[in-house]
């Protein structure tokens, strides 16, 4: 009986000690520098929960915020089950996003996004990505191919809201965004295909960063499960379209190829992939960004007074032949005072990481060594810096004036990310939050005072995002 009592003990305690060794080694990684300061949290789980907490969205999150106290702007944690380096450092930021090319992300993303996505993929596949939607989503593609549909399409929408006394702004800029790009992409789409489409994307922005576990019932499941009727509704419209002969979306065939007359460059399969991660991010950010650009709008009466003068001018100058025409590209050139209201929306509601990468090399920093393999996350702190933006934390387009309002990207302003993975949807995104703007600024309208805006991580708004509109338009009094 002793020698059992014995036997058990030593085993318990080869276990303690094991799991000791195990816990000592996830808080002290190794490393052939010095580490930056932080603590990596319990295994595993790390400091996720703590980092997810709601916060408001018009600051930098709380967890940020006092590990930045505590450590300093450059400090390691662990999220997701990964090992993270987070800086708030803006010229770390900016050197990272442009020496390392493949997107940082948790495991519940990649496995989302596929392991072999077009993103991570060889760079040539990667630069014919980038290249092909450059041609859709640039400024020449948006002003010859875009600009009409976004700007028929929101004044459909604007007017069915202003009918019916109301309309959820996020969830009417999705449904803009879907229809404009989904005819562009895909071209003509069975009616309930499209149904099927749309139906899947509300198992998406709740469950984008978490825990990676794949397990029955939670939310990375149940992304994978709508990712996998996605890719099968998108493919079978793809080999329907191609059986029976009818025209595939111009930029589908662009992607794969067939515009140039030459061998397909990518296969269907890894187009597919493409559309669906690119469906994807373009629905969760833009309509978010758009929604708590209307509130703050909202808020500031001088601001919505200030637009309403500018689209109301935008109106009244067109002549009695060109009123029928809707918005052209000279007209949202025009846009200066909105272009500032998107710019300072972009700056302030921007406090998520605007830098994703994987360090692919070690890198030096001060006394400090960033090892190759982790995750990097770059917070936009420099939006909030009082030395570069006077009184950060208020909402003041007017801030913007004589700034150059075409610039996506500089030393202080990196909204849509720096380096080789600078969004690309970027001018989409602001001639998308311009059209609604304008045609909103044609009705009165408000958004309820207690709506509020959280993050956790991506944009919440736990009490929705409707406004209240009317059809009484103040075009002609809009001069003031």
Not at 160 to 188: F, P, Q, Y
């Amino acid at each position: 009986m002793v020698e059992v009592f014995n036997l058990w003990t030593l085993i318990l305690s080869l276990i303690v000690v094991k799991l000791y060794h195990w816990i000592y080694q996830w808080n002290n990684p190794k490393c052939e520098g010095k580490l930056p300061p932080g603590s990596m949290g319990f295994p595993i789980i790390g400091k996720t929960f703590e980092f997810m907490k709601p916060h408001d969205a018009i600051q930098l999150p709380t967890f940020v915020k006092e590990k930045v106290h505590r450590y300093g702007p450059v400090f390691r944690t662990s999220l997701f089950g990964a090992k993270v380096i987070i800086s708030t450092d803006s010229g770390l930021n900016i050197e990272m996003a442009k020496t390392n090319h493949v997107p940082g992300m948790p495991k519940s993303l990649a496995r989302l996004f596929g392991e072999n996505n077009l993103f991570v993929q060889s760079k040539d596949s990667h630069k014919h990505v980038r290249s092909v939607t450059t041609q859709l989503l640039g400024s020449q593609g948006l002003k010859l191919r875009m600009m009409q549909d976004i700007d028929i399409l929101t004044l459909t929408h604007m007017e069915v809201g202003a009918r019916n006394g109301g309309l959820d702004v996020k969830e009417t800029v999705s449904k803009i965004l879907i229809e404009c790009l989904a005819k562009k992409v895909m071209g003509e789409m069975e009616p309930e295909a499209a149904k099927a489409l749309t139906l899947c994307w509300s198992h998406f922005p709740k469950g984008w960063f978490r825990i990676s576990w794949n397990i029955p019932g939670n939310g990375v499941y149940r992304m994978m499960k709508a990712k996998k009727q996605m890719i099968n509704i998108l493919k079978e419209t793809v080999l329907k379209k191609r059986a029976s002969g009818e025209e595939l979306g111009e930029f589908f065939k662009t992607l794969l190829g067939e515009m140039e007359g030459g061998e397909e460059k990518i296969s269907v399969e890894s187009a597919i992939e493409f559309i669906f991660i690119f469906f994807l991010i373009a629905n969760e950010a833009t309509p978010s960004v758009l929604a708590a650009t209307v509130k703050l709008i909202s808020d500031n009466p001088k601001v919505m007074q200030e637009l309403k003068r500018e689209h109301g001018r935008i109106v009244r100058d067109k002549s009695e032949k060109e009123k029928n025409t809707g918005l052209t590209w000279e007209d949202y050139k025009s846009m200066t005072f909105t272009q500032m209201v998107i710019n300072e929306s972009l700056r302030i509601t921007s406090t998520a990481p605007t830098v994703l990468r994987i360090i692919d090399h070690e890198f030096q920093f001060g006394e400090y060594t960033i090892p190759a393999g982790w995750i990097f996350m770059g917070f936009p702190s420099v939006h909030f810096n009082p030395e570069k933006y006077d009184d950060p934390l208020a909402f003041n387009p007017w801030r913007w004036k004589e700034k150059d309002l075409t610039a996506i990207v500089s030393k202080t302003y990196i909204p849509f990310g720096a380096g080789s993975r600078l969004c690309l949807g970027a001018d989409f995104a602001k001639l998308l939050m311009a059209s609604f703007i304008h045609h909103l600024c044609r009705y009165r309208w408000s958004m309820k005072t207690e709506t509020t805006v959280l993050r956790r991580f991506i944009l919440m708004f736990p009490g929705g995002s409707d406004i209240q509109i009317s059809q009484d338009t103040e075009v002609e009094n809009s001069a003031g």
